[in-house]
């Protein structure tokens, strides 16, 4: 059972920063892709980032230059920096891990962001 555990959430003012962090409880050199969704109220959930075991990187169109990931294999962690938030930045993000031995993808509880004056 592979556990990913998200931190670093929180209440910000728009044009603010947080940093989100993923811990998982196995190698990330198990993984073959790892990332962040992230749901609003009311909306679906959507992909924000997604990084591949070779550290191939992706993000929505709404991030771009805003958002950073990043990874310490060291560690087995993920982390997300998020600059310059917006209110519709509001949403629970969640990390997501696909193993490279099974394909299956597990996921965090969350972590909520909030984005307001």
């Known amino acids: 059972q592979v556990q990913l555990v998200e931190s670093g959430g929180g209440l910000v003012q728009p044009g603010g920063s947080l940093r989100l962090s993923c811990a998982t409880s196995?190698?990330?050199?198990?993984?073959?892709?790892m990332g962040w969704y992230r749901q609003a109220p009311g909306k679906q959930r959507e992909l924000v980032t997604t990084?591949?075991?070779?550290?191939?990187?992706t993000y929505a169109d709404s991030v771009k230059g805003r958002f950073t990931s990043s990874r310490d294999s060291a560690k087995n962690t993920v982390s997300l920096q998020m600059n310059n938030l917006k209110p519709e930045d509001t949403a629970v993000y969640y990390c997501?891990?696909?193993?490279?031995?099974?394909?299956?993808?597990?996921w965090g509880e969350g972590t909520l962001v909030t984005v307001s004056s």
């Open positions: 196995i190698s990330i050199l198990g993984i073959s892709r």
């Open positions: 990084m591949t075991r070779f550290g191939i990187t």
């Open positions: 997501y891990a696909r193993l490279i031995s099974t394909e299956e993808d597990y």
